[in-house]
């Protein structure tokens, strides 16, 4: 497909709803969609991730070579169920967690690619154990539109 962008970055499918887990080798990267698959998400592409634009908005699918493909660390690369495409609506960057009430960030695609739709980016640790909870509270505050940049104690 025309337009396509192979990035380093692993993709789970939580409902309808695409979630891009960027982060530099060793980031916890396949270990966090491990988990996230354990509790109901499905694979889209673990490691390498092909991005595409389609109706102004950024979706994402495996590489031919790797799909249905997860790397477990002990264990070895285990073939697994995988959705072929999702349309992304959360970009999470592993890394340090930043600010507690961090302001808004947008994921910024590949040149050469147009979005007409904002992607929603958070960072957060790979390795907490609430960071699966983390994201599935940010998909549907997002998606909800029920994230709140302040709050008013009166």
């Known amino acids: 497909m025309a337009g396509e962008a192979n990035i380093h970055a692993t993709c789970v499918a939580i409902g309808s709803q695409g979630v891009l887990l960027l982060g530099a080798s060793g980031a916890g990267k396949s270990d966090l969609a491990l988990r996230l698959i354990d509790e109901g998400a499905q694979l889209v592409a673990d490691d390498r991730t092909l991005l595409f634009v389609k109706k102004g908005a950024l979706h994402a699918k495996a590489p031919a070579s790797i799909k249905n493909l997860l790397e477990i660390r ?81």
Do not use: Y
């Not at 960057?93 to 600010?99: A, C, F, M, V």
């Not at 907490?128 to 509270?137: E, G, H, V």
């Open 74 to 154: 002990a264990v070895g690369i285990v073939a697994l169920p995988a959705r072929a495409w999702v349309k992304l609506a959360l970009a999470v960057q592993l890394g340090r967690e930043g600010p507690r009430l961090p302001p808004p960030r947008f994921f910024s695609p590949p040149r050469g690619m147009t979005m007409t739709t904002k992607l929603p980016q958070i960072t957060l640790n790979a390795h907490f154990a609430s960071t699966p909870a983390k994201i599935r509270a940010a998909l549907r505050a997002f998606s909800q539109g029920t994230l709140r940049d302040n709050f008013n104690l009166k």
